[in-house]
């Protein structure tokens, strides 16, 4: 049977098509913005680069009266990118992180009926008095896409925790931060304390995140080191096939021994289910340096710089003690 679609329709599937591959493969593929956290991510796109493309095709040709449009993958990738969002359709980029906004107050607030309006009021801040920060603080590059989302957020918290202060005047010491440093071996604070703590360890676990492959690694090697003792199922998720008398070494009471002893102890087996093989000092130094660079990423979203090598520990404490108390090791996604 002869093929009727009309070719105009047929080349304008086509397009679009081609349009939502370069978005969600390239731009922004599915392991940093997944369709759970951003639906509207292809229809928000989609439509802006449509409504782009319409007002460049008409001053460009006035005349033409064909009822589609072109895809080229270098203008879609110059129109949609991050930085591109930021400088030209800040409307458009918030309402990509709306529902990861909502998701959010919803979480924290209290009155679920005042989550619409805290929305509201939020992303009107952000779009009158937070756009000219992000492009001056940010460097936009695609592998930075993930540390953006983070700072997004960080931002949303710290809006929210002004609201809550603003509501809550009579209350001297709320206008201060709440160094998370200065209050790790509280039992229990209430309101902004535990905020501040929340979304500490919500921007640790969306760091340990970006390590993909090496996040078990890294959270298995982590606990070694602090003394806290893993899971089986933390242990597998490092090395899928250990043995049960290595299971019995990783997950031994090492409370009474020196650091080095227990890489000591450690190492061997890491080495039977790694390559290359490991020495004790280079686990202990490729461990030390995956916590510099948490120490540094997290400081990077604070004006003070908290945290340094000796006070690193208390929040890797309160992460493993906060995990353990629901009775799971999130994955940071």
Not at 135 to 161: A, D, L
Request: hydrophobic share 35%; glycine share 2%.
């Amino acid at each position: 049977m002869k093929n009727t679609e009309n070719p105009d329709k047929k080349y304008q599937k086509d397009s679009m098509e081609k349009l939502i591959k370069i978005i969600t493969e390239q731009l922004y593929p599915e392991e940093r913005f997944p369709i759970t956290i951003f639906p509207d991510l292809v229809p928000l796109l989609s439509g802006l680069y449509l409504k782009i493309t319409k007002q460049k095709e008409e001053k460009q040709d006035k005349n033409d009266n064909r009822q589609y449009f072109k895809v080229k993958e270098e203008d879609v990738k110059k129109a949609l990118n991050l930085n591109s969002l930021i400088k030209f359709h800040p409307n458009v980029l918030v309402l990509l992180y709306r529902n990861l906004i909502v998701r959010y107050i919803s979480q924290k607030h209290f009155n679920k009926n005042e989550v619409e309006d805290i929305v509201h009021d939020i992303i009107t801040i952000v779009l009158k008095n937070k756009i000219e920060k992000f492009k001056s603080v940010f460097s936009f590059s695609e592998k930075q896409n993930p540390t953006f989302t983070s700072y997004f957020m960080v931002t949303i918290r710290n809006i929210y925790i002004d609201m809550l202060r603003k509501e809550k005047k009579e209350e001297k010491k709320v206008a201060k931060e709440v160094n998370i440093l200065n209050i790790a071996g509280r039992q229990r604070e209430e309101g902004f304390t535990n905020l501040i703590i929340d979304e500490e360890l919500q921007k640790l676990r969306m760091l340990l995140s970006l390590y993909r492959k090496n996040q078990a690694k890294i959270i298995l090697t982590l606990k070694m080191k602090y003394n806290q003792k893993p899971s089986k199922d933390e242990i597998l998720a490092c090395f899928e096939n250990c043995s049960k008398s290595d299971i019995d070494i990783l997950s031994s009471d090492f409370s009474t021994l020196y650091e080095r002893k227990i890489f000591e102890i450690i190492t061997p087996v890491y080495s039977r289910y790694s390559s290359p093989k490991l020495r004790p000092d280079s686990l202990r130094k490729w461990i030390s340096d995956k916590i510099g660079e948490i120490k540094d990423h997290m400081n990077k979203t604070h004006p003070n710089n908290p945290y340094n090598s000796k006070n690193i520990p208390d929040l890797f404490l309160i992460f493993f003690n906060r995990n353990k108390q629901t009775g799971r090791m999130k994955n940071a996604s």
